[in-house]
């Protein structure tokens, strides 16, 4: 007659196996043997790789095996700078974390107050107003002021963060000095001066593309005050224009 019920000795050896395996694991969680000695970031830079280090620094001597991922995800996330996180353990000691940090792209200016605005339009650091000085320049004034790790909220402030991203992630190489943002106008200053109009924020790829083709051209033959892309088809080249306030 077929068999179809275990023995009873496979049962026993069943459970004792059970029982081995969560003695072993709970020896994993309370034991020195696992425990986190070493963070290593990735794809941070240094400055947000020492952040995230000191963050997770409380988390030290716990067992790999222990962590709880959704307090090394809360402490990351609480870090203005990171922008996404994961994270893997690497047996027997080390914690590896990989970092998506923000990418400051202007900083927010209001009155003698000043912000580090990132691609995502997150205020990542109050900073002095002299500060990063290679970055463009942006003008708050519909809105009261950001809070650090959360998003702008001044709708032209905006605007030219959006911009900028944009201009950022096509490696358009133009030195932008400050962005001025109005309804419907859209105007980087370059450091050499001139102002590059590009109208509203339809087709801004588009706009920067041909603008970054062209401003060379103008800037070598000098006497350019503007170039006006907002049509990207027809674009538009001046020498008489108001300066950007």
Excluded: C, N
Aim: aromatic fraction near 4%; hydrophobic fraction near 50%; proline fraction near 7%.
């Amino acid at each position: 007659m077929l068999r179809l019920l275990p023995s009873g000795r496979s049962i026993l050896i069943g459970f004792a196996i059970l029982a081995g395996a969560a003695g072993l694991y709970l020896v994993a969680r309370t034991s020195p043997m696992f425990a986190l000695r070493t963070i290593e970031v990735e794809g941070a830079p240094p400055a947000v790789a020492a952040q995230v280090r000191i963050a997770l620094a409380p988390m030290e001597g716990t067992s790999l095996v222990a962590l709880d991922g959704s307090q090394i995800a809360r402490r990351l996330e609480a870090l203005p700078v990171v922008a996404a996180s994961s994270y893997d353990r690497d047996f027997p000691h080390t914690l590896r974390v990989t970092i998506r940090p923000e990418y400051p792209v202007a900083v927010a200016r209001r009155g003698g107050q000043a912000w580090l605005v990132a691609a995502s339009t997150r205020a990542i650091a109050s900073v002095p107003t002299d500060a990063r000085p290679g970055l463009p320049r942006i003008w708050l004034a519909h809105s009261g002021d950001p809070d650090v790790g959360a998003p702008i909220t001044d709708r032209f402030g905006l605007r030219a963060v959006r911009a900028l991203a944009l201009a950022r992630l096509q490696h358009v190489h133009l030195r932008i000095r400050m962005v001025r943002a109005r309804e419907r106008e859209l105007t980087f200053l370059l450091g050499s001066g001139l102002q590059l109009r590009l109208g509203d924020l339809r087709a801004v790829r588009l706009k920067l593309a041909i603008a970054a083709r062209i401003v060379p051209k103008i800037l070598a033959q000098g006497g350019y005050a503007y170039l006006d892309v907002s049509v990207p088809d027809r674009p538009v080249a001046g020498t008489d224009s108001q300066p950007v306030d």
